[in-house]
């Protein structure tokens, strides 16, 4: 599918710019945003079986999970391959929140068992407040117990007089925060973390620069670089269901780019392509399994970051002030129509990778993507060839440069005592 709905490219995260996008990219290195994720869905498992459930259809081990604790939790299909993800956090012995598309698929799965397990929809609000100054902005709303919180792990706080939860994750690849509670709360604690950051040069972050954060700091992400595995004969029943529950923007196969794969499934990725490979555990059972232990002992595919040659993206670029044919337009930062937009990578003319997420980073003054690439042309520092432009239309070949994923220095770790 290459036209998304109408509206597709806002209806997430309201406006696309607040200062600008240039000004906005620099935030989560120089000061601290706040942008927000409350788009995303809530389900709130509980019962005594909860974990027994989830770990049928989870990679992850919940062989320990404490209380206050989360984990990012990858659900595959039966070929190994992503169906959703999300972030799963445990609240009291028999409580759980699963933020994501994952909470759908849970709860397709749970109605075809018999654990004791409850489920219900939530609707809460989550905000980043994310960058090397951020936890100076949330010292002043919540105090310093905060630099107490570990990593993945959950405090609760304080915030314009409401009970609010703050997971420690930092989705640009900096330290940070999401600020969780009911969505009745929101507009009071979005206004107070901006009150609280002013001295501190914080930022909004507007829809055109957020996915640049997931570029820079290697954080793949559904519809974008990979398409659910759900347009499967064993899941007809699930995408029926999945896409009743969706509104137009999160519609999974929007598709466009050099790589005109003939099937879906050529769209689809597993955890070790994307990265993921250290949350897969084989503790437990679970859907995906013997697949995805084939495929971490013997690798094909891995993910980088491609930096793409800038006389070869300007030329791409100057093609549209020239009489005739051009390439397609490479929008900035990124393209804002809710496409994986999939190219096609060769080296010495063989197929080796598929890039995605490209994208313009202020910061670096690049273009670069991401990229699953066959393990044995992985190096960084290869030379590869990215093809722009559409099937049957003029391409561009873009000279690239294979390089680490994530790109920029991960800082999500760091001591917050000494932030």
């Known amino acids: 599918m290459r036209t998304p709905p109408e509206g597709y490219a806002w209806s997430r995260w309201g406006q696309p710019e607040f200062t600008d996008w240039l000004d906005e990219s620099l935030s989560w290195k120089q000061t601290c945003y706040i942008g927000d994720w409350s788009f995303l869905w809530q389900h709130r498992f509980t019962g005594p079986d909860v974990l027994a459930m989830l770990g049928e259809i989870t990679v992850n081990s919940f062989a320990t999970f404490d209380v206050g604790q989360s984990k990012h939790a990858i659900h595959t299909n039966a070929d190994g391959k992503v169906i959703h993800e999300g972030i799963l956090t445990r609240f009291g012995p028999e409580e759980f929140m699963l933020h994501g598309r994952g909470g759908f698929w849970a709860s397709h799965h749970l109605a075809s068992t018999g654990y004791d397990v ?105 519809a974008t670089d990979y398409i659910p595995a759900i347009f499967e004969p064993e899941t007809a029943d699930y995408l029926d269901f999945f896409t009743a529950s969706m509104p137009a923007f999160a519609q999974p196969a929007y598709v466009a780019g050099s790589y005109d794969g003939q099937d879906i499934s050529e769209y689809y990725r597993s955890p ?41 993206v300007l030329d791409v670029q100057a093609s549209l002030f020239r009489p005739g044919e051009h390439y397609p337009f490479m929008d900035m930062p990124r393209d804002q129509r809710g496409f994986m937009w999939a190219d096609r990578v060769t080296r010495d003319g063989e197929l080796v990778g598929v890039a995605t997420s490209r994208g313009y980073s202020y910061w670096f003054r690049e273009m670069l993507s991401l990229c699953t690439i066959d393990v044995a042309h992985a190096e960084v520092g290869t030379p590869v060839i990215v093809h722009w432009g559409d099937p049957g239309g003029p391409q561009k070949e873009i000279r690239a440069t294979v390089a680490p994923a994530p790109y920029k220095t991960d800082r999500r770790r760091a001591d917050l005592h000494s932030a």
Not at 299 to 306: D, K, N
């Open 118 to 222: 409850q489920v219900e929809r939530d609707d809460w609000f989550i905000l980043q407040v994310s960058g090397p100054l951020s936890v100076k902005v949330l010292d002043k709303l919540a105090g310093p117990s905060l630099r107490d919180t570990g990593f993945m792990h959950v405090a609760t706080v304080t915030v314009a007089g409401h009970r609010v939860h703050a997971l420690r994750q930092g989705m640009a690849g900096e330290i940070g925060f999401e600020l969780q509670g009911p969505v009745e709360h929101k507009q009071e604690v979005y206004d107070a973390v901006l009150e609280a950051g002013r001295e501190f040069g914080i930022r909004k972050l507007g829809g055109r620069t957020a996915p640049i954060n997931h570029l820079e700091a290697c954080f793949p992400t559904i």
């Open 272 to 312: 070790v392509e994307l990265g993921w490979g250290r949350n897969i555990r084989f503790d437990h059972d679970f859907l995906g399994r013997e697949a995805l232990e084939e495929e971490k002992a013997n690798p094909r595919r891995t993910i980088r970051t491609l930096v793409w040659n800038a006389e070869d």
